[in-house]
């Protein structure tokens, strides 16, 4: 088999083809071999009559997947021209599109750690199940980057400021509050997962949820709505730090405390993208914008410094330029969002 084949597994069991992320010594992270297995995969179950639902899952005991492969964005944007990384975007994101759009149902089982890419394979797809072990997350401003993946698409329809919270912090949510938020719809023990995924390869996705599926345990976000809705409505990063500080719950301030050590450029960037992609509608739209915004990144200091500091040195000590919130201005953060031409990602027709 090649590296994609071995990375990616497919296999029909009954009714139900079942892909397996299958890099566990690295949570699954995605390359761009991957992307395009996946993808080709995709093509294969939708074109087999026999193939009533797609299932994905990850290989190992600690997630379906842990993002994408940063280190190889790391090392092109350091030392290359960043044509490879823009190349996986490309495919990475046009694979988000086609999730959400898949005919056929796609069962996302969203068990133990799911962060930034793991999310756009899953997150996007018709039915996710979150269970006890999950850990969702977009942690993107913490290595200097911004959500992609659809991410600004899926945190922006959330309630309230919610998804505002988690796409500036990075924070990681469990399955109850992955559910309010939007980014699962269905609870199961890790336990029934084996279960279930029998089932599927002789009955329906409905009624083989409703052998499995429970009630969460109750989340942390709806109680902090208040703090939350309040302090994120701001309109600067300025402003909604200073709201948290200024707050007095605990928990405001702990948030704010965590801002304050994520890159001040992709704080900026990702609120303008969440709050842009609120008012463009659909998701083929967000993610042409969301592929601007990552294919500038690329011309940054944070990106790499920030994959440094996290993935390649593990010091975690990154040191961020503009190294403030107040250094980073609306032209800065303007450039992000310009238009690219001929190398636009182009999921949407032209407006």
């Known amino acids: 088999m090649t590296g994609a084949d071995e990375h990616v597994l497919l296999h029909v069991d009954g009714r139900a083809a079942h892909l397996t992320l299958n890099r566990p010594k690295a949570i699954n992270a995605l390359t761009h071999a991957m992307v395009r297995r996946i993808d080709e995969a995709l093509t294969e179950c939708e074109q087999d009559p026999a193939v009533q639902t797609v299932v994905i899952t990850g290989a190992g005991e ?3 997947c ?8 790391h090392d092109d944007a350091r030392d290359g021209d960043g044509s490879a990384a823009a190349a996986f975007w490309r495919d990475e994101y046009r694979l988000n599109a086609r999730i959400a759009r898949y005919p056929k149902p796609y069962v996302a089982l969203m068990d133990g750690i799911v962060m930034g890419g793991g999310v756009g394979v899953s997150a996007h797809g018709s039915v996710r199940i979150a269970t006890e072990r ?8 913490g290595i200097g980057f911004v959500p992609d993946v659809g991410g600004t698409y899926l945190l922006g329809r959330a309630p309230g400021e919610l998804g505002t919270h988690l796409a500036l912090t990075g924070a990681s949510i469990g ?3 992955a559910v309010l938020c939007g980014l699962a719809d269905h609870c199961m023990p890790s336990g029934s997962i084996p279960a279930f995924v ?9 009624e083989a949820l409703a052998r499995r599926v429970r009630h969460a345990s109750d989340g942390e976000l709806a109680g902090h709505r208040a703090w939350i809705d309040a302090c994120y409505a701001a309109g600067t990063v300025e402003e909604i730090v200073q709201r948290l500080l200024a707050h007095g719950d605990p928990a405001a301030k702990e948030a704010a405390d965590t801002l304050l ?8 960037v990702t609120l303008t993208a969440l709050r842009r992609a609120r008012r463009l509608g659909t998701l083929e739209r967000v993610l042409d914008q969301e592929y601007r915004v990552s294919c500038a990144t690329l011309a940054t200091h944070d990106l790499v410094e920030g994959i440094r500091a996290q993935v390649v040195d593990k010091d975690r000590t990154p040191h961020w330029s503009p190294a403030t919130l107040t250094e980073v201005t609306d032209a800065d953060v303007d450039r992000f969002f310009a238009p690219l031409g001929d190398r636009e990602l182009g999921l949407a027709p032209p407006a």
């Open 62 to 64: 600690r997630g379906l």
């Open 66 to 73: 842990a993002g994408g492969d940063i280190r190889a964005v």
């Open 134 to 141: 999950s850990r969702i997350a977009m942690p993107e401003t």
């Open 175 to 177: 399955a109850a509050d």
């Open 198 to 206: 029998a089932d599927l390869a002789t009955l329906p996705v409905p």
């Open 261 to 268: 050590t994520r890159s001040p450029t992709a704080l900026k």
